[in-house]
């Protein structure tokens, strides 16, 4: 079964820092310089810690269903 929500980050607030990516335990963040943070749905877990370390409180747990709106 697949997780109930996952992480997405608001690429208008995100600032690049790569916090996100460096606290995921599964290796499922994606930080480009320059780009913002993307969240691979099929690796999250919804464990939401990368939205504790965010500075900028710009990743948010969705799920599927609304992140597919
Ligand atoms: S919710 Fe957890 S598994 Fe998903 S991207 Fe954030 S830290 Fe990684
Ligand atoms: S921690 Fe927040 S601001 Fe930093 S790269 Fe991740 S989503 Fe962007």
């Known amino acids: 079964m697949p997780p109930k929500s996952y992480a997405q980050a608001d690429s208008t607030r995100c600032a690049s820092c790569g916090a996100c990516k460096h606290e995921c335990p ?3 963040i994606s930080v480009w310089k320059g ?3 993307v969240v691979d749905p099929e690796l999250c877990v919804g464990c939401g810690q990368c939205a504790k370390v965010c500075p900028t409180g710009c990743i948010e747990l969705k799920t599927r269903e609304e992140a597919h709106q």
């Open 26 to 28: 599964k290796g499922a």
């Open 35 to 37: 780009c913002y943070a």
